[in-house]
């Protein structure tokens, strides 16, 4: 078959796909199909006569080097729809692998009780875990020991909050022993852009007084739900009203 017959092969094929989508739109359908529905089959009928008569042009005479190729798409086109298929699994798989090989990353997980996410256990035993406060992303310790969120000075300047106004006049326990804090209210806390909580009361603590910012209860008694399971760490927001 020469490469003319094949044009006008593709020529009529288009031009009888436009005749019938005109003839669609004037009688409000044909076989069941709107206008629209049959402009979308043309379309891909169009792409497939073209793709077929450039393997036909390609391969003619070489049937077995046509047939390779048609099963090397056949192949590709079964990864690419098993890959759709199974996005959402894939991609919950992604963060799991993700959240393993970086401690403190939050992977949101599929669920029906409210937005939840899953962090894994840090070495040395801890969970850290990146916190988005106004904005900006700082590493946090999960301390349910910690009545409040307490920010250190360096990342309270991460995250837009203007130190040098504050009074550190709360007295707070830490690790390293007593020291003082300034109260403010942060904006706005959100984890794997899944939990989100507003107007959150914390502390900033005094320089020196703290190595880590502490994701405490003010921000966790805000949840639905925190658990441990095993070398996980599952966080769950109460369900929007």
């Known amino acids: ?16 796909g436009i005749g019938l989508i005109a003839w669609s739109d004037a009688t409000g359908g044909i076989a069941g199909l709107s206008a629209g529905q049959l402009a979308h089959l043309v379309a891909y009928g ?14 003619t005479g070489r049937l077995g080097e046509a047939l390779r190729a048609a099963a090397l798409w056949l192949v590709i086109f079964a990864f690419l729809a098993v890959g759709y298929t199974y996005r959402v699994e894939i991609h919950a798989t992604a963060y799991r692998v993700l959240a393993e090989l970086a401690p403190g990353y939050a992977v949101p997980l599929a669920s029906t009780g409210g937005p939840a996410v899953e962090v894994a256990r840090a070495r040395d035993g801890d969970f850290n875990v990146r916190v988005e406060i106004n904005g900006n992303r700082i590493p946090m310790l999960v301390d349910t020991g910690a009545s409040s969120v307490v920010l250190t000075p360096e990342d309270a300047v991460e995250v837009g909050l203007p130190i040098e106004f504050l009074r550190y006049d709360i007295p707070i326990d830490t690790a390293n022993g007593r020291g003082k804090a300034a109260a403010v209210v942060l904006d706005r806390i959100a984890i794997a852009g899944s939990i989100e909580e507003r107007d959150v009361p914390a502390l900033i ?17 805000r949840l639905a739900s925190f658990e441990i399971r095993g070398e996980k760490l599952v966080m769950r927001a109460k369900i929007a009203q």
């Open 1 to 16: 078959m020469n490469n003319d017959r094949l044009m006008w092969i593709v020529v009529i094929g288009l031009a009888a």
């Open 46 to 59: 169009a792409i497939g006569l073209v793709v077929g008569a450039g393997v036909v042009a390609t391969f």
């Open 205 to 221: 603590a005094s320089p020196g007084t703290l190595k880590h910012s502490l994701l405490g209860m003010s921000f966790l008694s």
